[in-house]
Structure formats: C-alpha cells, structure tokens
T-cell receptor, first 112, second 115 residues
C-alpha cells in the first residue's frame, strides 16, 4: 500500500505528552490556514483551521497558533495518543485563488 | 459511503497510453479539486472546479493533462500519452461551498504507475 512521507522530518513523543508540530508558510498575504492529518493509505483529513485575523484557535485536544510576523504556524496536540501517529501537513490559501499550498509535512510517531 | 470516492484505486499503465481517473465528490458539494501527491511530499494543486466551471487549471503540468466536470458532480482527470514521470497518487477533494477559505474533504486517491 501507499507509504506517505518516507523521508519527512519526524517528531517522536511519548504517549500522554504534548506534541508541537511547526510549519513555515511562504506568502505573507495568505489569509486562511488548515492543518491536515494523513495516515498511511488514506487521504488528508481535516483537523483544524484558522483565519489570518486570529492568533489562536482551539479544538478538541488540538490548538493552532498563527504568528503572522514570522509566517509561522504550529499545531499543538495535547495528551498525544497512539492514534495520533500520522503525517501532518499545513496548508495555506493564497488570496485571489482557490488553491491550497501544502507544506512538506511532519511525521509524528507516538511511543508507547 | 458519504465521502469522496475515487476510482480506480490503483492504475498501472504502459507509457504512451491514455488514462482516465474518476472522482465522485460528496453529494451537493460545489467545489472540486484535483491534487497530485508524490511520495514524501504534500499534495500539489492541479485544478479547481466550481460546479461545472473549471475556474483554475494553472496547476496542470502540461497539455497532456485535462479535467472535466460536465454536470457539476462527477469529475474525470485525463492524462494522455502517459509518461513515467506522471506516476503519483492523484487525489480529489471537494468542499461544500464555492468560495475561498473552505476546508477540503479528500478522497483516498488513485495510485497511478506508468511503466
């Protein structure tokens, strides 16, 4: 089957710890951002989004932080679980277009 | 199911053959996207439809690639005279509305292998 992210940056965390996944985006005018989770053999799955008029948004066990000054996004996962193991992508929506530009991804490994 | 459906799941073809990849979006979704994902990378935009109108095809690599969505629902991505470099996972996504800043729902993709 498909294997996503063979050579991606990898973050290994202990089960129960908090995870922080970082992403640098390229266009300072981008006004909407999404984090996706991709498990092996599956398509990207929406986790959380944030608009550029916000600095922080919280979901269930996840928080996204946006720093427009340095064009940086982070995804925080609280109490990381084995089911969180996947590749995580950030995506930015560029103004004036409908296309989403995806980052290179980070593999999260949760250690029991 | 209620998700985005793509077929075939796997397609193996010989160089020079044409292939057609099918996407059935979530019922009622206005927007439909095609992306291509190489191993170890994030999805790369190919084209976007709002109902049946192809509003952005700037990501299509060359004129061998085309897409249509004639009735504003099912879409077909066609690659003519396939080359080995076309081998990749092709993903379809849909979203409920036609505007910007909408979350996308992705299908499981079609893995294309050109021999």
């Amino acid at each position: 089957g498909e294997s996503v992210g063979l050579h991606l940056p990898t973050l290994s965390v202990q089960e129960g710890d908090n995870s922080i996944i970082n992403c640098a985006y390229s266009n300072s005018a981008s006004d909407y951002f999404i984090w996706y989770k991709q498990e092996s053999g599956k398509g990207p799955q929406f986790i959380i989004d944030i608009r550029s008029n916000m600095d922080k948004r919280q979901g269930q066990r996840v928080t996204v932080l946006l720093n427009k000054t340095v064009k940086h996004l982070s995804l925080q996962i609280a109490a990381t679980q084995p089911g969180d193991s996947a590749v995580y992508f950030c995506a930015e929506n560029r103004p004036g277009t409908y296309k989403y530009i995806f980052g290179t991804g980070t593999r999260l490994k949760v250690l029991a | 199911g209620a998700g985005v459906s793509q077929s075939p799941r796997y397609k193996v073809t010989k160089r020079g053959q044409d292939v057609a990849l099918r996407c059935d979006p979530i019922s009622g979704h206005v927007s439909l996207y095609w992306y291509r994902q190489a191993l170890g990378q994030g999805p790369e935009f190919l084209t976007y439809f709002n109902y049946e109108a192809q509003q952005d095809k700037s990501g299509l690599p060359n004129d061998r690639f085309s897409a249509e969505r004639p009735e504003g629902s099912i879409s077909t991505l066609t690659i003519q005279r396939t080359e080995q470099r076309d081998s990749a996972m092709y993903r379809c996504a849909s979203s409920p509305k036609g505007g910007r800043n909408e979350k996308l729902f992705f299908g499981s993709g079609t893995q294309l292998s050109v021999l």
